[in-house]
């Protein structure tokens, strides 16, 4: 998973702010990669200038202050999915001639296919340089609208892309299914294309601030559409018409995990989703336990897994009606362990990532509430430290329903021998088992698409229905686990040098 993030001024005022909102908006994409983070301007005069480096945004950008005034740019924040983790691998790519930069969100599946068939001479291992190279050749020999088409019908995985011409047009294309999002902000000083809307809805403030009036709109780039801005600002939008025949599959792990809180989908706060999930969770908990409703409740706390599973646990101890108390306390300055890119290092943060308030559990019945249970390393840890501290009981509720299959579209569980829920046959008490905790309840896959209002969801890491499915991820999961290989390689030499 990735953040993208393009901008074209339109009003020459707010080219001496561009950078400044750039970084606003980074920060504000932060929790989707932590592995690296780019940025490419375009100065009024001259070539494109670029900012690379591994690691969070203010430490990997740090020299952003030094960077020329834009009248446009396009950034990324890198969560590796794919390739080996080196800078060569941060993004935006810069290619071609004239120049082209690019970022994207996703994972195309079938790069060796690709290239193979179009003989695409790439340098790094990044999915992104096959699509570059795809759409820079067939761009010059089909234009723009015909290359997308093309784009469409051959690259299978998900795609949310930003690009940006020497000339200073900006464009932004999303996969034919949506699995991964793209917003746009449109004004009559700026247009900004993100993948959330946590990272443009500070904008029409800054305008206001800036005394440049308000009068901006905020909304989703359809799935399967791409929009261009011209140099001189006008917007052009369409949907291809491969992608038309395509029914809408956004990924359902973006609303369970992985998107800000405040970030909107469908018109509603990722929180609201997130609560509804839990409601729901409370609802098939008791019906589970139907000899409960009327007696003595089953749990004496329900405890969040903070952070992402804080709207959830709230509604499920509401259902419930057992008390909320947060007696796990999250190390703000270590890094969501989830997308780390290795285990090893996954292991490592999360011994540091998380505490238990340990007095506070003795003797009680505790409910952990996790947004979804994928290795189930954070729910052994936690069930160990719970029980350590003198916990009587240790139950699990996830906010999501099993994941049983692996991601190939972008979230880092492509191989399904990882998956708890898959390791262990599926059967709850089995999982209950290899997770140290006395029960385990899931969100069934109905009440998740309940809970969130809608069934065009990408769903294949709970029920194996892939949107694209086909003989690439079986190439896709081998060259994975060769990366892996070298991966964990450079991350075990990585924690023998002090840091
Ligand atoms: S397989 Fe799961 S994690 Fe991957 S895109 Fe689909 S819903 Fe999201």
Same mark, same amino acid.
């Given at each position: 998973m990735c953040g993208v993030l393009g901008i074209k001024i339109k009003? &020459?005022?707010?080219e001496t702010r561009a950078n400044e909102i750039a970084m606003s908006a980074l920060l504000r994409l932060q929790h989707r990669g932590q592995d690296a983070a780019g940025i490419t301007v375009l100065p009024r005069e001259g070539a494109f200038q670029s900012l690379r480096g591994l690691g969070h945004v203010d430490v990997a +950008?740090?020299?952003? &202050?030094? +960077?020329p005034e834009p009248r446009a740019l396009v950034a990324h924040t890198r969560y590796a999915?794919?390739? +080996?983790?080196?800078?060569?691998?941060?993004?935006p790519f810069v290619q071609g001639a004239p120049r082209l930069a690019m970022a994207h969100n996703g994972n195309i599946v079938n790069t060796s296919e690709l290239k193979e068939r179009y003989l695409l001479q790439c340098e790094?291992?990044? $999915?992104l340089e096959v699509l570059q190279q795809f759409f820079l050749r067939h761009e010059i020999e089909y234009g723009f609208e015909e290359c997308l088409e093309r784009l469409h019908r051959d690259f299978v995985g998900s795609y949310a892309v930003v690009g940006l011409t020497e000339e200073g047009e900006l464009f932004g294309f999303r996969d034919p299914y949506g699995i991964r999002p793209l917003f746009i902000y449109e004004s009559e000083n700026i247009v900004v294309m993100a993948s959330e809307t946590s990272a443009l809805n500070f904008l029409k403030d800054f305008e206001v601030e800036a005394d440049l009036g308000r009068s901006g709109t905020l909304r989703e780039i359809p799935p399967g559409s791409w929009v261009r801005v011209a140099p001189d600002g006008k917007i052009e939008e369409k949907r291809t018409a491969f992608s038309s025949a395509k029914t809408e599959r956004f990924c359902m792990f973006e609303l369970v #995990?992985?998107?800000?809180?405040q970030s909107e989908f469908a018109g509603l706060s990722t929180y609201r989703h997130r609560f509804s999930m839990g409601r729901q969770l409370g609802i098939e908990i008791l019906s589970e336990m139907p000899n409960q409703k009327n007696e003595?409740?089953?749990?004496d706390y329900v405890v969040p897994?903070?952070?992402?599973?804080r709207a959830a646990a709230i509604a499920v101890a509401e259902t419930l009606r057992v008390p909320y108390r947060e007696y796990l306390v999250k190390n703000?300055?270590?890094?969501r362990t989830f997308i780390l890119s290795t285990q090893a290092r996954r292991l490592k943060a999360l011994e540091t990532k998380l505490s238990l308030?340990? =007095?506070?559990?003795?003797g009680q019945r505790i409910l952990l509430v996790d947004d979804s249970v994928v290795r189930g390393n954070t729910s052994r840890l936690m069930a160990r430290r719970l029980r350590e501290a003198g916990a009587k009981e240790v139950s699990l509720a996830s906010?999501?329903? =099993?994941?049983?299959h692996g991601c190939y #579209?972008?979230?880092?569980?492509?191989?399904? $021998?990882?998956l708890v829920a898959s390791q262990m046959g599926g059967s709850n008490p089995q999982i209950a088992k290899s997770l140290g905790v006395s029960n385990v309840f899931y969100l069934s896959i109905g009440g998740l698409k309940k809970a969130l209002g809608t069934?065009? +969801?990408?769903s294949a890491c709970l029920?194996?229905?892939? &949107?694209s499915a086909g003989p690439s991820f079986e190439r896709f999961l081998e060259e994975r686990r060769a990366q892996r290989v070298v991966a964990q390689g450079a991350a075990g030499a990585a924690t023998r040098t002090p840091t």
């Amino acid at each position: 998973m990735c953040g993208v993030l393009g901008i074209k001024i339109k009003n &020459p005022v707010l080219e001496t702010r561009a950078n400044e909102i750039a970084m606003s908006a980074l920060l504000r994409l932060q929790h989707r990669g932590q592995d690296a983070a780019g940025i490419t301007v375009l100065p009024r005069e001259g070539a494109f200038q670029s900012l690379r480096g591994l690691g969070h945004v203010d430490v990997a +950008l740090k020299e952003w &202050p030094h +960077l020329p005034e834009p009248r446009a740019l396009v950034a990324h924040t890198r969560y590796a999915t794919t390739g +080996l983790g080196g800078v060569a691998e941060v993004q935006p790519f810069v290619q071609g001639a004239p120049r082209l930069a690019m970022a994207h969100n996703g994972n195309i599946v079938n790069t060796s296919e690709l290239k193979e068939r179009y003989l695409l001479q790439c340098e790094s291992e990044s $999915d992104l340089e096959v699509l570059q190279q795809f759409f820079l050749r067939h761009e010059i020999e089909y234009g723009f609208e015909e290359c997308l088409e093309r784009l469409h019908r051959d690259f299978v995985g998900s795609y949310a892309v930003v690009g940006l011409t020497e000339e200073g047009e900006l464009f932004g294309f999303r996969d034919p299914y949506g699995i991964r999002p793209l917003f746009i902000y449109e004004s009559e000083n700026i247009v900004v294309m993100a993948s959330e809307t946590s990272a443009l809805n500070f904008l029409k403030d800054f305008e206001v601030e800036a005394d440049l009036g308000r009068s901006g709109t905020l909304r989703e780039i359809p799935p399967g559409s791409w929009v261009r801005v011209a140099p001189d600002g006008k917007i052009e939008e369409k949907r291809t018409a491969f992608s038309s025949a395509k029914t809408e599959r956004f990924c359902m792990f973006e609303l369970v #995990y992985f998107s800000s809180p405040q970030s909107e989908f469908a018109g509603l706060s990722t929180y609201r989703h997130r609560f509804s999930m839990g409601r729901q969770l409370g609802i098939e908990i008791l019906s589970e336990m139907p000899n409960q409703k009327n007696e003595e409740a089953p749990f004496d706390y329900v405890v969040p897994v903070p952070e992402t599973s804080r709207a959830a646990a709230i509604a499920v101890a509401e259902t419930l009606r057992v008390p909320y108390r947060e007696y796990l306390v999250k190390n703000p300055y270590a890094s969501r362990t989830f997308i780390l890119s290795t285990q090893a290092r996954r292991l490592k943060a999360l011994e540091t990532k998380l505490s238990l308030i340990g =007095p506070e559990v003795k003797g009680q019945r505790i409910l952990l509430v996790d947004d979804s249970v994928v290795r189930g390393n954070t729910s052994r840890l936690m069930a160990r430290r719970l029980r350590e501290a003198g916990a009587k009981e240790v139950s699990l509720a996830s906010a999501c329903p =099993p994941i049983r299959h692996g991601c190939y #579209y972008g979230i880092d569980f492509p191989d399904a $021998d990882e998956l708890v829920a898959s390791q262990m046959g599926g059967s709850n008490p089995q999982i209950a088992k290899s997770l140290g905790v006395s029960n385990v309840f899931y969100l069934s896959i109905g009440g998740l698409k309940k809970a969130l209002g809608t069934g065009n +969801l990408c769903s294949a890491c709970l029920d194996g229905d892939y &949107p694209s499915a086909g003989p690439s991820f079986e190439r896709f999961l081998e060259e994975r686990r060769a990366q892996r290989v070298v991966a964990q390689g450079a991350a075990g030499a990585a924690t023998r040098t002090p840091t």
